[in-house]
């Protein structure tokens, strides 16, 4: 098959986050199998207009923003008559491919985006997006659409799509040691931005700290919402015992993960939660609001646990507990490795290639 796929961002991008990872695991799979994959994203400073990697070709024509007006461009120059299949995935904008493309059309919609509109998107725009997205989103209705959640399945389906295909993510990390840090430490792992609420996992921390003082708390990541959750921490009263660790590679990244007692998440809602695979591949539960992506991800007493939506203090009490019980959290950390076995990139890129071939046929 040839297959063109529009993505926002690509893998090496500063800004990739879990729905880059999917994209390009599945795409580097499905070029292994000798499909040709072609990614359609946008540039950032100092990436080249083309590129391969794992296999898979790279065009980038677009800035973060323009990469949406300029796709029916693209389309023009590089996919029409080209290609068999348009794998579209969609956070937020969509790229609207069947208005201008006459290739078969798969919409990959990772969540709805809701509330995080808000999140580093300024008013006008946010209003618009928030108000906007459901009908946005009704041009796909009827064309056969891949989510990595049982969450957004409903979602779409509320909005009467007809098709729907549940494909989950993995997680290849490995865990880089089995010894936890000494000290209580909690890890939040992301970008800091307004949607996933860092400012909720340091008020709850403030709140851990009380009954232990001598926990620590690592915030690996960066983003817009940088300086105030410092200041925040400074307010808290809190900043000895926060560590700020900007991005960090995939090594550190496994160290932090293999390291840390417990992931926190309480972000607004997520796609599917890949970190919290990453860090059950290292031995590490999560413990996140029940909110759609993450309820789909956490199962409560297996990997990790869900606390009322935006309830700090149900966070810091749920996380106290989970600290002070030793034994429940050796069997989470081993229930937690145990779970993220049980999926595979090669499993989830299997399933996307059944379905793109019988969409193709």
């Given at each position: 098959?040839?297959?063109a796929f529009f993505n926002w961002r690509d893998i090496k991008n500063p800004l990739a986050g879990g729905a880059e990872v999917y994209v390009h695991r599945v795409m580097a799979r499905l070029a292994e199998s000798g499909h040709k994959a072609t990614l359609f994203t946008s540039t950032f400073p100092g990436a080249p207009p083309h590129e391969d990697i794992d296999g898979v070709e790279h065009i980038r024509y677009g800035?973060?923003?323009?990469?949406?007006?300029?796709?029916?461009?693209?389309?023009?120059?590089?996919i029409r008559g080209r290609y068999d299949a348009i794998i579209e995935s969609i956070n937020g904008v969509p790229f609207f491919t069947p208005l201008y493309a006459k290739e078969k059309i798969v919409p990959f919609i990772h969540q709805l985006t809701r509330e995080n509109w808000y999140s580093g998107i300024s008013f006008p725009l946010a209003f618009a997006g928030y108000h906007c997205e459901d009908a946005m989103l009704s041009i796909y209705r009827h064309r056969p659409a891949i989510v990595p959640s049982e969450s957004t399945r409903s979602d779409l389906e509320r909005l009467g799509f007809d098709d729907v295909t549940v494909i989950k993510g993995a997680a290849d990390i490995r865990q880089t040691c089995k010894t936890k840090e000494k000290a209580s430490t909690l890890l939040y792992l992301g970008r800091l931005t307004k949607s996933k609420r860092v400012d909720h996992a340091l008020r709850a921390f403030a709140q851990i700290l009380r009954p232990h003082p001598e926990a620590r708390m690592w915030v690996a990541g960066s983003g817009p919402e940088e300086p105030a959750l410092k200041r925040l921490a400074s307010g808290l009263g809190i900043s000895d015992s926060v560590i700020f660790m900007g991005r960090v590679d995939e090594r550190t990244k496994a160290d932090l993960l293999s390291k840390a007692h417990m992931l926190m998440l309480p972000a607004v809602r997520e796609g599917w939660g890949l970190v919290v695979l990453e860090a059950?591949?290292?031995?590490?539960?999560?413990?996140?609001?029940d909110v759609p992506g993450l309820r789909d991800s956490i199962k409560a007493g297996v990997n990790g646990f869900l606390v009322p939506d935006g309830d700090v203090g149900a966070l810091s009490r749920r996380a106290i507990s989970m600290l002070d019980d030793g034994s429940t959290l050796r069997r989470l950390s081993s229930g937690s490795k145990k779970y993220s076995e049980g999926f595979c990139w090669d499993k989830t890129a299997d399933r996307f290639e059944s379905l793109l071939e019988k969409v193709v046929i």
């Amino acid at each position: 098959m040839r297959l063109a796929f529009f993505n926002w961002r690509d893998i090496k991008n500063p800004l990739a986050g879990g729905a880059e990872v999917y994209v390009h695991r599945v795409m580097a799979r499905l070029a292994e199998s000798g499909h040709k994959a072609t990614l359609f994203t946008s540039t950032f400073p100092g990436a080249p207009p083309h590129e391969d990697i794992d296999g898979v070709e790279h065009i980038r024509y677009g800035g973060r923003y323009s990469i949406f007006p300029k796709a029916p461009l693209c389309y023009r120059r590089h996919i029409r008559g080209r290609y068999d299949a348009i794998i579209e995935s969609i956070n937020g904008v969509p790229f609207f491919t069947p208005l201008y493309a006459k290739e078969k059309i798969v919409p990959f919609i990772h969540q709805l985006t809701r509330e995080n509109w808000y999140s580093g998107i300024s008013f006008p725009l946010a209003f618009a997006g928030y108000h906007c997205e459901d009908a946005m989103l009704s041009i796909y209705r009827h064309r056969p659409a891949i989510v990595p959640s049982e969450s957004t399945r409903s979602d779409l389906e509320r909005l009467g799509f007809d098709d729907v295909t549940v494909i989950k993510g993995a997680a290849d990390i490995r865990q880089t040691c089995k010894t936890k840090e000494k000290a209580s430490t909690l890890l939040y792992l992301g970008r800091l931005t307004k949607s996933k609420r860092v400012d909720h996992a340091l008020r709850a921390f403030a709140q851990i700290l009380r009954p232990h003082p001598e926990a620590r708390m690592w915030v690996a990541g960066s983003g817009p919402e940088e300086p105030a959750l410092k200041r925040l921490a400074s307010g808290l009263g809190i900043s000895d015992s926060v560590i700020f660790m900007g991005r960090v590679d995939e090594r550190t990244k496994a160290d932090l993960l293999s390291k840390a007692h417990m992931l926190m998440l309480p972000a607004v809602r997520e796609g599917w939660g890949l970190v919290v695979l990453e860090a059950n591949a290292c031995g590490t539960p999560a413990l996140g609001y029940d909110v759609p992506g993450l309820r789909d991800s956490i199962k409560a007493g297996v990997n990790g646990f869900l606390v009322p939506d935006g309830d700090v203090g149900a966070l810091s009490r749920r996380a106290i507990s989970m600290l002070d019980d030793g034994s429940t959290l050796r069997r989470l950390s081993s229930g937690s490795k145990k779970y993220s076995e049980g999926f595979c990139w090669d499993k989830t890129a299997d399933r996307f290639e059944s379905l793109l071939e019988k969409v193709v046929i």
